[in-house]
């Protein structure tokens, strides 16, 4: 008999350090109750419990499963960093993440509260997750304004906001009305991924985990861009301009330039490396040289990412009126 209690007591044991094991993200995540020293982050974090690590490290391990690329992509040059923060007007979604001065996912109260399927039938928090990943995938916007996808969703999301603006309504109005419907007539997954190619790659991406009907050009660009691993050129790239970020940060200008000089050698259609470096001259005081980085950017940056052609062109006036 307890000879009988030890092998269950060892069987027990077995179990719980499997599962311990099975547990460790530290090889691609690291939970923080604390900002780290260089972190860009502004916000008041809470701790985390055993159970949502529980949650999150689970999501992970599928992702490593399923999609190692997509993993190995979000990472970048170094691990993500995962912190637990209240929910904020600013924030209402569950999750989000700061992708360009650093790979950072933060959690809300609402990605744990278990709030079931969205409209496509699939885990809310599950789908939130494969989206915010696929941002931290493409941190400064090589896949999502490349040449590839361009061809593929420039026209669709002009097709959904010209039906939207014929109703009388902006995206932000069709968004809160859910017209999801009218998004799906047109090939997209939800009226969010319609609102700007880098929502739509985010939504397409999680699409494809999920094993939902997309067409053939939209699933195999996702397949070979997002899912394959990255090469050296686009980790060198994220960690150049993080690092130039984060010379903006300290009012550095010259030290991110230098930074910004070897990313734009190292891939000249860079458009982010030309934007930043643009702003990064402007600090310098560097006007002629900012304007001509803004002509470049100009060039690069699609037409319907209206977002930052709206922060150069605003930079151009101002620059203007001096």
Do not use: C
Request: charged share 25%; hydrophobic share 45%.
């Amino acid at each position: 008999m307890e000879g009988k209690l030890q092998r269950v007591f060892l069987i027990i044991v077995l179990l719980f350090v499997s599962f311990e094991a099975k547990a460790d993200i530290s090889k691609w995540a690291e939970f923080r109750s604390s900002l780290a020293a260089e972190s860009t982050l502004n916000m008041e974090l809470k701790p985390w419990t055993p159970a949502q690590k529980a949650k999150v490290t689970a999501l992970f391990e599928d992702l490593a499963e399923n999609s190692p690329g997509l993993l190995a992509r979000a990472m970048g040059p170094g691990k993500i960093l995962l912190y637990r923060a209240k929910s904020s007007p600013s924030h209402v979604s569950g999750a989000w993440v700061r992708r360009r001065h650093e790979a950072s996912f933060i959690f809300t109260d609402v990605f744990f509260k278990g709030t079931g399927n969205n409209h496509l039938g699939i885990d809310y928090a599950n789908w939130l997750f494969i989206h915010e990943i696929t941002h931290l995938a493409d941190p400064v916007d090589q896949i999502a304004r490349s040449d590839g996808w361009s061809r593929i969703i420039a026209n669709k999301l002009t097709l959904v906001a010209n039906d939207v603006s014929g109703q009388g309504l902006n995206m932000r109005q069709a968004m809160f009305n859910r017209m999801d419907a009218l998004a799906q007539s047109y090939g997209f997954p939800s009226i969010y991924a319609a609102t700007s190619r880098h929502e739509a790659l985010a939504e397409f991406v999680a699409t494809v985990y999920f094993g939902l009907e997309i067409s053939d050009d939209i699933a195999m660009f996702v397949k070979e861009e997002v899912y394959s691993s990255p090469d050296k050129k686009a980790k060198q790239l994220s960690a150049l301009y993080r690092a130039a970020n984060l010379e903006m940060r300290k009012n550095n200008y010259p030290k991110a330039i230098k930074y910004l000089n070897k990313a734009i050698r190292l891939s000249p259609d860079f458009s982010q490396g030309w934007y930043l470096r643009g702003f990064a001259q402007l600090g310098a005081k560097n006007f002629q040289k900012a304007r001509a980085d803004f002509d470049q950017a100009l060039q690069l940056i699609p037409e319907d990412d209206r977002a930052a052609r709206r922060d150069v062109l605003n930079a151009k006036k101002w620059m203007d009126q001096q």
